[in-house]
């Protein structure tokens, strides 16, 4: 089955690294995904990685996949107050065409100036 | 490119009316799939829509349901509403390609009273 787990709440300071957590199930899964939300706003994609790779760095976002342990990391570098949201760590499988996401419950991360 | 848009934005209703909640994905984009966000349950994935076809759908019952027009757009609608039934409802879109990414709307904003 399908079940992808965050923890819930992560604080850091303006300036430092931001590394939330990802850990997901279905080893069937073809794309990873993560998703940032605002309050009142819908999600807006950050950055996904395929399966068959293990690192994608853009810009200040780095996801490293271990698909042997099933765990998905997303570091944001330098953090800003902006970078305040909600984050949701997501898998597809897509290998059938059919596009539904599991999410995970969402990271709230707080950014203190 | 325009991105997804959703209307109304936000929507009051009492229990047992019904609502029909508009989607129009990005330009070109073929695939259209709901979502149920609430503060207990997540991201919940409710149904996606390919060329007019129902594709797949979530475990929702059948108070719920959708259709998509020629031009993509898509509607969905709840009938019977139930108290439980508030939240967001999130439509994303995407391109016909086998693992294309999901691009979101801002969301429509259902409280039922």
């Known amino acids: 089955g399908e079940d992808v787990e965050q923890s819930l709440f992560l604080s850091v300071r303006e300036g430092d690294s931001s590394v939330i957590n990802c850990t997901y199930t279905d080893s069937s899964s073809t794309y990873l995904y993560w998703y940032k939300q605002e309050p009142g706003a819908g999600l807006q994609l950050l950055t996904y990685?395929?399966?068959?790779?293990d690192m994608k760095q853009d810009q200040r976002l780095t996801v490293l996949l271990n698909k042997k342990d099933k765990h998905l990391s997303l570091r944001i570098a330098d953090t800003q107050t902006g970078d305040s949201a909600i984050y949701f760590c997501?898998?597809?499988?897509?290998?059938?065409?059919?596009?539904?996401?599991?999410f995970g419950s969402g990271t709230r991360l707080q950014v203190q100036p | 490119k325009a991105g997804v848009t959703q209307t109304p934005r936000y929507l009051i209703k009492t229990r047992g009316q019904q609502v029909t909640l508009s989607c129009s994905p990005i330009s070109g984009h073929r695939s259209v799939s709901w979502y149920q966000q609430t503060p207990g349950q997540g991201l919940q994935f409710l149904f996606e829509?390919?060329?007019?076809?129902?594709?797949n759908k979530g475990n929702f019952p059948g108070r719920f349901s959708g259709r998509q027009f020629s031009n993509s757009r898509s509607e969905m609608n709840v009938s019977t509403l139930e108290l439980g039934d508030s939240a967001l409802y999130l439509c994303a879109s995407s391109s016909s390609t086998v693992g294309e990414t999901q691009y979101f709307g801002p969301g429509t904003r259902l409280l039922v009273l």
């Open positions: 997501a898998e597809s499988m897509t290998d059938t065409g059919r596009r539904a996401l599991t």
């Open positions: 990685i395929f399966s068959n790779m």
């Open positions: 829509y390919f060329s007019e076809t129902q594709r």
